[in-house]
């Protein structure tokens, strides 16, 4: 449904979907009517290939909220702003944020919250461990309780060239690591997103995928200041589209490594397989930090557009970031 809703300005789905993915496209399309109900190859109207009527803002709301809080969890939120962080831009308002993200484990269109139903992310655990003095699993309760949240301001730039700038809700990767005591062997950190078939309908659709979702990061990346474990956004609970409960946020690299939805992070002395990298190593790299003057193989990065405004900025070398990360990269 996505392409009969583009607009002039964007790239056409053949030129930012993964090519495997364009390739099943009229599969997924069969899949998402589908899901959809709409059975059968009989006359299909417009709207319903379109995703139906435009929806509400609390339509998109009530989607991807995770309920019950606990009332404990509920006081946390809004953290306290860190003012250090400051956008250079108008921030992304949270519907425009709300309905177009990627989370493939749901589907490959940008309309995730339409099927996120069935994800249920509570309880959640988070197995931390690996080359490390104190491996340690946490439940969301002993993540509110031992690390203290705050919220910033960060830019996200997407591979596919949107972009958006949000208030995320977290804590510093770093503090967690700390906890487990890391010890000199480890070089990397892994990072994986949960894998239920059953409450996911991507990962259903599509079976050949190497699920579960993977990421990683050196581990003087993993420690850097700006790497943020994520619990909410806009000042709230995170949605289930956004990566419920708990995800990361990594303003300096392509949205592709902020994995979403973890269940596990591993400590480890080799560079750890990463879901993109698998699929399309040509495509997208294990560094994956946002360069202007480094082409995308099917385009360029030089510009990069906002979600909702479609405003369109030059692209900044490490997403602006440089003055937190440019010594992790020496030239
Ligand atoms: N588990 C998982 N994490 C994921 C993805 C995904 O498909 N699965 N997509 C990534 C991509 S490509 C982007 S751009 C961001 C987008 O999500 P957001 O808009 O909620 O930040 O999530 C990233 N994290
Ligand atoms: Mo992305």
Same mark, same amino acid.
């Given at each position: 449904?996505?392409y009969?809703n583009?607009?002039?300005?964007?790239?056409h789905?053949?030129k930012?979907t993964?090519?495997d993915?364009y =390739?099943?496209?009229k *599969?997924?399309?069969?899949?998402?009517?589908? @899901?959809?109900?709409i059975?059968?190859?009989?006359a299909v109207? *417009?709207?319903q290939?379109?995703?139906?009527?435009?929806a509400t803002d609390e339509?998109?709301?009530q989607?991807?909220a995770?309920?019950?809080l606990p009332? =404990?969890q509920k006081s946390?939120y %809004?953290?306290?702003?860190n003012?250090a962080f400051?956008?250079d831009?108008p921030?992304?308002?949270?519907r425009?944020?709300?309905?177009y993200?990627n989370?493939?484990?749901?589907s490959?269109?940008?309309?995730?919250?339409r099927?996120v139903d069935k994800?249920?992310?509570?309880?959640?655990t988070?197995?931390?461990?690996g080359?490390?003095?104190?491996p340690?699993?946490?439940? @969301?309760?002993?993540?509110?309780?031992?690390f203290?949240l705050?919220e910033?301001?960060y830019?996200?730039?997407?591979?596919e060239t949107?972009? @958006?700038?949000?208030?995320w809700?977290?804590?510093?990767?770093?503090e967690?690591?700390?906890l487990?005591?890391?010890?000199s062997?480890a070089?990397?950190v892994?990072l994986?997103?949960?894998?239920k %078939?059953?409450e996911?309908?991507?990962?259903?659709?599509d079976?050949?995928h %190497?699920?579960?979702?993977?990421?990683g990061?050196t581990?003087e990346?993993a420690t850097n200041?700006?790497a943020?474990?994520?619990?909410g956004?806009?000042?709230?609970p995170m949605p289930?589209?956004?990566?419920? %409960?708990i995800?990361?946020?990594?303003p300096w690299?392509y949205?592709?490594?902020s994995v979403?939805?973890i269940?596990?992070?591993t400590?480890t002395d080799?560079r750890p397989e990463t879901?993109?990298?698998?699929?399309?190593?040509?495509?997208?790299?294990?560094?994956?930090?946002v360069?202007?003057?480094v082409?995308?193989p099917?385009w360029?990065q030089?510009?990069e557009? @906002?979600?909702?405004?479609?405003?369109?900025?030059d692209?900044q070398?490490?997403?602006? #970031?440089?003055? #937190?990360v440019?010594?992790? #990269?020496?030239?």
């Open positions: 449904m996505f009969i583009r607009k002039p300005w964007d790239l789905q053949s930012h993964p090519v993915v =390739k099943n496209r *599969l997924h399309r069969r899949e998402f009517l589908k @899901m959809m109900g059975a059968g190859t009989g109207s *417009l709207s290939l379109t995703g139906c009527e435009k339509e998109i709301e989607a991807g995770v309920e019950p009332e =404990k946390i %809004p953290a306290e702003k003012a400051e956008y831009r921030e992304t308002a949270k425009d944020a709300a309905e993200t989370f493939y484990e749901f490959t269109s940008k309309q995730t919250w099927f994800f249920n992310p509570s309880p959640w988070i197995e931390v461990g080359l490390c003095a104190k340690k699993t946490f439940d @969301m309760d002993d993540i509110y309780k031992t203290s705050e910033r301001a830019r996200h730039r997407c591979v949107w972009a @958006m700038a949000v208030p809700t977290g804590f510093p990767l770093k967690l690591l700390k487990v005591e890391p010890n062997k070089k990397f892994a994986e997103t949960f894998n %078939p059953e996911a309908p991507g990962i259903q659709s079976p050949h %190497p699920w579960p979702y993977t990421e990061l581990i990346e200041d700006l943020l474990l994520a619990t956004i806009y000042g709230e289930k589209q956004h990566g419920a %409960p995800r990361l946020v990594l690299k949205g592709f490594k979403k939805s269940v596990k992070i400590l080799k879901f993109w990298n698998i699929i399309n190593p040509r495509e997208y790299g294990f560094e994956a930090n360069e202007p003057e082409p995308h099917r360029s030089k510009t557009w @906002m979600l909702g405004t479609r405003e369109r900025f692209t070398k490490y997403n602006g #970031y440089g003055e #937190y440019g010594n992790l #990269y020496p030239v």
